[in-house]
């Protein structure tokens, strides 16, 4: 069972910027495909950014290209997620995800952690 913890959420003011970590235990971090989400209160949960096994061609949606970075370092089982120019609108629960070879599902979850961004 794969166990995924997220932390570095807060409170930033707009324009600010946050690093999101999430490390992942109890599995093969190097064969995921990891994925961060987010959900805004009274929203559904929507993908924000993913990152294939090896690192590469990391897939972002459209609105947060050029803003948000992710990443993943393999030896210490950890994906990150760097915002930055962070807006009011970016205010959510962050959530990383992994999805197995096996499956292609994201099919384990973290915490979440809070992000809030003030005007």
């Known amino acids: 069972q794969v166990q995924l913890v997220e932390s570095g959420g807060g409170l930033v003011q707009a324009g600010g910027s946050l690093r999101l970590s999430c490390a992942a235990s109890?599995?093969?971090?190097?064969?995921?495909?990891m994925g961060w989400f987010r959900q805004a209160p009274g929203k559904e949960r929507e993908f924000v950014a993913s990152?294939?096994?090896?690192?590469?061609?990391?897939s972002y949606v459209d609105s947060m290209k050029g803003r948000f970075t992710i990443s993943r370092d393999n030896a210490k089982n950890t994906v990150y997620l760097q915002m930055n120019n962070l807006k009011p609108e970016d205010t959510a629960v962050y959530y990383c995800?992994?999805?197995?070879?096996?499956?292609?599902?994201?099919?384990?979850w973290g915490q979440g952690t809070q992000v809030t961004v003030s005007s």
């Open positions: 995800a992994a999805a197995p070879l096996s499956t292609m599902k994201y099919d384990y």
């Open positions: 109890g599995g093969s971090f190097s064969t995921y495909r």
């Open positions: 990152i294939r096994e090896n690192g590469v061609n990391p």
